[in-house]
């Protein structure tokens, strides 16, 4: 096989390397968006608990616990 061919050979070769190591960072790249926008989409979600003793009189004591323990 001439020296040609074989240059020729190894060109055609790296650049399927090439596109193929291009196509893998390309699915690498869409796989951190992807995960980053899961990640964000879960994290914007605002659950509030719901409380069994709501009454005012509960409301105020957990209020003044708040305050006492972010003063503390």
Do not use: H
């Not at 719901?50 to 004591?61: D, F, S």
């Amino acid at each position: 096989m001439p020296i040609a061919d074989i240059i020729v050979i190894c060109v055609i070769i790296s650049a399927f390397a090439i596109f193929a190591v291009a196509l893998a960072w390309g699915d690498y790249q869409t796989r951190d968006i992807a995960q980053a926008s899961r990640e964000r989409a879960a994290g914007s979600i605002n659950v509030v608990p719901l409380r069994q003793n709501a009454t005012p009189a509960n409301a105020a004591r957990t209020t003044l616990e708040k305050s006492k323990a972010s003063a503390a």
